[in-house]
């Protein structure tokens, strides 16, 4: 499992208790994958941009 699923489960155990339903789970899973924002892109050290 990676990083960002142990995270999501983490965060659903907290707000739900120990062991939530799958059905909790998936709907979890459902909106994390709906509202998550874009992962953060690494800045262009040759943007053409004045300093």
């Known amino acids: 499992m990676d990083t ?3 995270d999501l489960d983490r ?3 907290e707000e739900l208790g120990a062991e939530p ?3 909790a789970k998936d ?3 459902e ?3 709906k509202y998550r ?3 953060p892109q ?3 050290a040759d943007t053409g ?3």
């Open 21 to 23: 339903s799958q059905e």
């Open 11 to 13: 965060l659903v155990r």
């Open 4 to 6: 960002t699923n142990t």
């Open 27 to 29: 709907y979890a899973r």
């Open 42 to 44: 690494p800045a262009d």
């Open 31 to 33: 909106l994390y994958e």
């Open 49 to 51: 941009e004045d300093r």
């Open 37 to 39: 924002l874009p992962a």
